[in-house]
């Protein structure tokens, strides 16, 4: 009932979580679209300003060179003849250095002091009579910045006209402080709902995990529970109590279940202890042949029921080492059993030893299902299980490889896994010949002598 309670409470979880997702989702988008909305129209506007401030500042020009210009004679010349030599005219009106220092000056207010190009041009036949026209003459014809320079000539004859080849980027530098806070704050809105969403995505996982152990937990308790009461029931019988013989097979099972449901529990109690790093590990010198041998006996009657077969090739040329010998038998005992369960026809296992430098390697090979790149990411993970479809299907906590790498990690080696679905995998456990305070002693002596 615990369990069914628990599987509903997460599924309402589970819905509550993607609806949170969701609506922070959107409203991320929404944030992400007026940022990008506000810069747009940022811009927009400071190209208005822009183009005001250019305007006027083109009117001014005009305004100081006909204040400037007294001489009526040559204007007379200007708007009633025609131009021979259209420069020349031009320029005996406006000379190049005096318009060329007017607009710097006005330009120099609006903070553009490079980067553009200007002419006065003659709009009847698109002919230039001075400016600094080097590489835009069809942008400086086609600028939308343009004034009719009529009260200087003929009217609608010739045009003052400025182009701004990096207008774009001008204006963009001008922003650009802002826009770059702008992204720094959205960066900072991004990767906060990043990391909200991976945090409630890997709670959610850890509560799915939690959820599976609970299931496999209490599966897994109760069969022995479920064997130990029918078996108390049956001493209960009075025609069973008076036979010695199957009253001594009751208790055996008793005993046996009891032992099995001991051994459940410690593992349990085990993995709270590693996660907290308390654990106290023991070494003495323990010899890993023997000690891979007697592994070995204790599963000879497992796999005669599933009519496996467990080979050993134990090669290592030094194979005693300082090791806390009950661990270090659950790891083997841990190894051996998952090849055994995830094994799809009889299990077929190799256990092989060689010596690397200062170390002892000890392999096991199954012929089973195999892991897959995925699953090899997360399986020494605490409470993690490689799902083969059924729930129950294949019996386990998913603590296993979690114990089996603390307690290689503690003795100072490591795990090395290789698998590929469907050909079997190899567990590598790296061990050192000696302890940690063993070179350290080793190391002093060498400094001593």
């Known amino acids: 009932?615990?369990?069914?309670?628990?599987?509903?409470?997460?599924?309402?979880?589970?819905?509550?979580?993607?609806?949170?997702?969701?609506?922070?989702?959107?409203?991320?988008?929404?944030?992400?679209?007026?940022?990008?909305?506000?810069?747009?129209?940022?811009?927009?506007l400071k190209e208005e300003q822009f183009n005001r401030s250019v305007g006027i500042a083109m009117k001014t020009v005009l305004n100081r060179i006909l204040e400037l210009n007294t001489d009526n004679t040559l204007r007379q010349i200007a708007?009633?003849?025609?131009?021979?030599?259209?420069?020349?005219?031009?320029?005996?009106?406006?000379?190049?250095?005096?318009?060329?220092?007017?607009?710097?000056?006005?330009?120099?207010?609006?903070?553009?002091?490079k980067g553009f190009e200007y002419a006065i041009y003659n709009k009847v036949n698109n002919r230039f009579?001075?400016?600094?026209?080097?590489?835009?003459?069809?942008?400086?014809?086609?600028?939308?910045?343009?004034?009719?320079v009529e009260a200087l000539f003929k009217p609608g004859s010739y045009y003052f006209s400025i182009y701004f080849p990096q207008?774009?980027?001008?204006?963009?530098?001008?922003?650009?402080?802002?826009?770059?806070?702008?992204?720094?704050?959205?960066?900072?809105?991004?990767?906060?709902?990043?990391?909200?969403?991976?945090?409630?995505?890997?709670?959610?996982?850890?509560?799915?995990?939690?959820?599976d152990f609970i299931?496999?937990?209490?599966?897994?308790?109760?069969?022995?529970?479920?064997?130990?009461?029918?078996?108390?029931?049956?001493l209960l019988n009075e025609e069973i109590q008076q036979d010695s013989q199957r009253t001594r097979k009751y208790a055996a099972v008793i005993l046996s279940e009891n032992n099995r449901l001991k051994n459940q529990v410690e593992q349990v109690l085990q993995s709270a202890i590693l996660e907290k790093g308390s654990l106290k590990i023991r070494f003495k010198e323990t010899d890993m042949h023997r000690l891979i041998h007697q592994t070995i006996d204790n599963f000879q009657f497992r796999m005669h029921d599933t009519r496996g077969l467990i080979l050993s090739e134990l090669k290592a040329s030094e194979f005693v080492i300082p090791a806390d010998r009950h661990h270090i038998a659950n790891v083997l005992a841990n190894l051996i059993d998952n090849a055994i369960k995830y094994s799809s026809g009889p299990p077929r296992i190799k256990i092989s030893t060689t010596t690397l430098k200062n170390s002892i390697v000890i392999d096991i090979d199954d012929a089973g299902i195999g892991i897959s790149k995925e699953d090899q990411k997360h399986i020494f993970k605490n409470l993690y299980r490689v799902h083969t479809g059924d729930l129950h299907d294949v019996k386990g906590f998913g603590i296993g490889l979690f114990y089996v790498q603390k307690i290689i990690e503690m003795h100072g080696g490591q795990v090395e896994l290789d698998s590929e679905p469907?050909?079997?995998?190899?567990?590598?456990?790296?061990?050192?010949?000696?302890?940690?305070?063993?070179?350290?002693?080793?190391?002093?002596?060498d400094g001593i002598h």
């Not at 420069?87 to 903070?111: A, G």
């Not at 720094?184 to 991976?198: D, E, G, Q, Y």
């Not at 299931?215 to 049956?234: C, D, G, L, R, Y």
């Not at 190899?426 to 190391?443: D, M």
């Open 422 to 445: 469907g050909k079997g995998s190899t567990f590598r456990l790296i061990l050192p010949l000696k302890s940690k305070q063993e070179v350290e002693n080793e190391h002093e002596n």
């Open 215 to 234: 299931n496999n937990m209490t599966h897994e308790f109760k069969t022995p529970i479920s064997t130990i009461a029918v078996a108390s029931e049956m």
């Open 129 to 148: 009579a001075l400016g600094n026209y080097a590489v835009y003459k069809d942008e400086i014809i086609s600028s939308e910045y343009q004034q009719s």
């Open 167 to 211: 207008k774009k980027s001008g204006v963009l530098m001008q922003l650009i402080g802002w826009m770059l806070l702008s992204a720094l704050f959205l960066l900072a809105v991004v990767m906060s709902f990043w990391l909200t969403i991976r945090t409630v995505y890997l709670q959610k996982k850890w509560s799915e995990m939690k959820t």
């Open 79 to 113: 708007m009633n003849q025609p131009c021979l030599d259209e420069k020349t005219d031009v320029t005996d009106v406006i000379p190049q250095k005096l318009l060329d220092s007017l607009i710097r000056m006005e330009f120099k207010c609006l903070k553009v002091t």
């Open 1 to 44: 009932m615990f369990v069914l309670l628990l599987g509903k409470n997460l599924i309402m979880t589970v819905k509550k979580i993607n609806i949170l997702i969701a609506v922070a989702l959107i409203s991320l988008l929404g944030v992400v679209a007026m940022q990008v909305y506000w810069v747009q129209n940022a811009i927009l």
